[in-house]
């Protein structure tokens, strides 16, 4: 089946000297994988929307079997993030979660859509912490993959989540204990655990109940900026079951900066 579509390169592969396997995310069509014939040659017209991280307009045709771009339109290239290696790994980080979150032939319009919007700010709003964008882009996926985390009842009694300056979080429960609870807490009944702060809290709740476009309009200290960042993160490893290369890569250039 052809199919004419807007959507993102998320992984290339080289194939010989001149062409690209490309998997291209997508509003209507999920995770599509198109063969790019010619696309390493300066003189192909399709060479520039075939790269990683640029948002086009692809028309795509089948072709022995398989997809093969036919034309390629970029629409955004997001220049602002394509010279600093901190963001730059931090797209890739994005990038190689959304190739395990995201399935074909599905409907994957939110994931794309916040992928565009963190790109975005990657590129354009160098006034936002880089940790909010990545917290911001974790847990915003898991609410998009039904993990959204509860924060109105205890996961042990149900009952109203009242607690005083911080309490525990469960990763494996997607939720905290109540105040009550937390007095009698025994680590072995919620082993993907950390102590998380009113704050970290309030933060979350945030970022899960705003709409993409505000997400990361929210104002958080450099200390509590650290505790989110990292539930967030720990948050995505356990649900998606992953460990990520780009993570360790992402970390070690901040690291190597001297950067937080
Ligand atoms: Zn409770």
Redesign the pocket.
Known sequence: MDITTEGIVIRETLQGENDKLLTILTPQHGKVTAFAKGVKKISSKNAPACQLFVFSEYELIEKFGRLTVKTAVSKELFYGMRSDMTRYSLACYFAEVLNRTCVENDNETEALRLFLNCLYALSNKKEIKLSLIKSAFELKLMCINGFMPDFDN?I??S?NADYKSSTLFSFEESGI??S??LEKFNKSSFPYSCTISEQVVDAMKYICMSQQAKMLMYNISDSDIKELSFICENYLIHKTEKTYETLKIYKSILNSLGEK
Do not use: A, G, N, Q
């Open positions: 205890c042990s009694c009952r204990l109540c009550s609870c």
